[in-house]
């Protein structure tokens, strides 16, 4: 099993910005892949951004390309997500997840608040 808390969600106006962390725990050999998900209110969930643990490889979804930068530190089992020039459209609650293998991710954390204000 793998434990995920994400931290780093809040207020802010738009433009700003904020940064989300995930900290691993638990079996934590067994990740493959880890990313971030957002669902907003009446919406679906969204693929926001995932990084490969092993080699780094980032891929981003269409609202994150160019403002959101996926990192991780495999040494502290951490994946961060910097998130810059916040807009209104934004707002959502952000989880982390991991997978172990290409396609389905099995682990998810809680979800953090993030809302900005126009």
């Known amino acids: 099993q793998v434990q995920l808390v994400e931290s780093g969600g809040g207020l802010v106006q738009a433009g700003d910005s904020l940064r989300l962390s995930c900290v691993a725990s638990?079996?934590?050999?067994?990740?493959?892949?880890m990313g971030w998900f957002r669902q907003a209110p009446g919406k679906e969930r969204e693929f926001v951004s995932r990084?490969?643990?092993?080699?780094?490889?980032?891929y981003y979804g269409d609202s994150a390309k160019g403002r959101f930068t996926i990192s991780r530190d495999s040494a502290k089992n951490t994946v961060s997500l910097q998130m810059n020039s916040l807009k209104p459209e934004d707002t959502a609650v952000y989880y982390c997840?991991?997978?172990?293998?290409?396609?389905?991710?099995?682990?998810w954390g809680q979800g953090t608040q993030v809302t900005v204000s126009s």
């Open positions: 997840a991991a997978r172990k293998t290409i396609g389905v991710y099995q682990y």
């Open positions: 638990g079996r934590t050999s067994s990740i493959n892949a």
């Open positions: 990084i490969t643990w092993t080699d780094g490889i980032t």
